[in-house]
């Protein structure tokens, strides 16, 4: 398990932002993630609709003693967000651990220690602090591997930063471990001129600490946060959703991927579904595996009719059960040859690629958007989905449901935008 805190005692930098986002990001990315919220104001679980009141055990049960309460695992208190993103919650009793545990023998290794029974079921694990150097931050130092410092590209970001950054050196010395450290500047807005001057600033005094990747300022994830929803579930074709991919990736030690974002002209708004559409697109490969979009854009139907060679049966003489036979594997090779959504005879055929996915479901308005009733079922060759139906014609609404997590079909860039601020795909069956 990898684990990375998220550190930095100025208040409102983004490191909440950064760690639901980051790890919904993994998570999606296919990673098992945990997220722990290490700050008493509990905002990990606002901003991922968490109810309050029906949180009854926390981080906090998790990091006492058996002289303090009732002692809880970290698996007993996590809630699941999504199919590999699990958090341990806080609340403000986690804000009584530094005078509880005050003058206590291993009162920095709490966290450590109860991170250590799980290690083996996370593959990363990422540790929001409160804006404060206390005890519960120097327990995540503890229990870390490696730090990111978000920091706000604005007016009083850079002060206090030498100083962060020697304390957190200091307390890596104590820790005596070696943890890397990285500077992530956040809430960049490209169009202000105090921004630019900011970040470089940032690259020229602290070059060896900087990420490459950096979070710009977006309403979409302030919107997602108010919302509940990490930016994957929010809006995965913001800008806000590109740049956690591309820190996840860093991370990962791979490329950014180069994903078309918005200028700074407003779009209309069928311009702005086409330009979702297209990052949905480009996007997809890096969710679901390279091979997640075909390379070549799709062919047209009558385009690959001609193509298509005839099967040896059809020329083989006026046998109706060879023709039919012939025409089965035609219509078997034209659908094994798209992804998307198509209407073959009196059937509308999906396909998707997933590569890394376990289980895909089609959910529409036909279903009543039923995220169990329309099973995909896998095809032929390695991360291929296929699922067949028999529609009345008219006009419908869909969207795919990976692993548990909303999709927009990345291969129909016939779209509308739903009441969550999402894509539907639409198709017309004649
Ligand atoms: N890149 C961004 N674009 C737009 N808004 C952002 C961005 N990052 C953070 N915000 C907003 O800024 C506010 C503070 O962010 P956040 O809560 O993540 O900071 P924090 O460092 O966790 O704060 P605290 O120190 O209180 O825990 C929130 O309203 C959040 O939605
Ligand atoms: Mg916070």
């Not at 969710?287 to 385009?303: D, E, H, T």
Request: glycine share 6%; charged share 25%; with cysteine.
């Amino acid at each position: 398990m990898r684990t990375i805190a998220i550190i930095n005692q100025k208040g409102g930098c983004g490191k909440t932002t950064t760690s639901i986002n980051l790890a919904a990001c993994l998570a999606r990315m296919g990673h098992k993630c945990l997220l722990v919220d290490m700050d008493p104001q509990g905002h990990c679980a606002v901003g991922l609709a968490v109810p309050e009141e029906q949180i009854e055990r926390t981080i906090y049960d998790a990091l006492i003693e058996e002289c303090d309460g009732k002692v809880a695992s970290i698996s007993e208190i996590v809630w699941q967000i999504a199919s590999d993103f699990d958090l341990a919650p806080s609340n403000i009793q986690l804000a009584a651990f530094e005078q509880v545990f005050a003058g206590r023998k291993g009162r920095e290794m709490r966290l450590a220690r109860a991170l250590d029974a799980v290690r083996d079921r996370y593959s990363w694990c990422i540790i929001d602090c409160p804006p404060s150097v206390g005890l519960l931050t120097f327990n995540a130092l503890q229990a870390c591997d490696e730090v990111i410092v978000p920091v706000e590209t604005g007016f009083f970001s850079l002060h206090g930063l030498t100083r962060m950054l020697e304390s957190l050196e200091v307390m890596r010395e104590q820790c005596n471990k070696d943890i890397r450290i990285r500077v992530l500047p956040t809430q960049y807005d490209t169009r202000t001129r105090l921004a630019r001057e900011v970040l470089a600033e940032l690259r020229s005094k602290f070059r060896d600490y900087l990420t490459q990747s950096t979070i710009n300022f977006n309403t979409k994830l302030k919107e997602a946060a108010s919302f509940g929803q990490p930016i994957t579930e929010y809006d995965p074709g913001s800008r806000g959703y590109k740049d956690f991919v591309n820190l996840a990736r860093e991370l990962m030690g791979h490329r950014p991927v180069e994903v078309a974002t918005p200028g700074d002209q407003p779009l209309s708004r069928p311009a702005e579904l086409v330009q979702r559409a297209r990052q949905l697109q480009q996007l997809a490969s890096v969710q679901f595996g390279r091979l997640a979009m075909s390379a070549a854009p799709p062919q047209p139907a009558a385009a690959q009719a001609v193509a298509e060679p005839q099967p040896a049966s059809a020329a083989a003489g006026p046998d109706d059960e060879a023709r039919a036979a012939a025409r089965d594997h035609a219509t078997q090779r034209k659908i094994e040859r798209f992804y998307g959504v198509k209407q073959i005879g009196n059937e509308l055929v999906f396909a998707a690629r997933f590569e890394n996915a376990r289980e895909v479901y089609v959910a529409g308005d036909f279903n009543n958007w039923s995220t169990v009733a329309t099973p995909m079922r896998p095809g032929e060759h390695k991360g291929e989905w296929r699922a067949a139906l028999t529609l009345k014609p008219g006009r419908y609404r869909y969207r795919l449901v990976v692993d548990g997590r909303w999709v927009t079909d990345p291969e129909n860039s016939y779209v509308e935008s739903n009441q969550f601020g999402e894509l539907n795909n639409v198709v017309e069956v004649q």
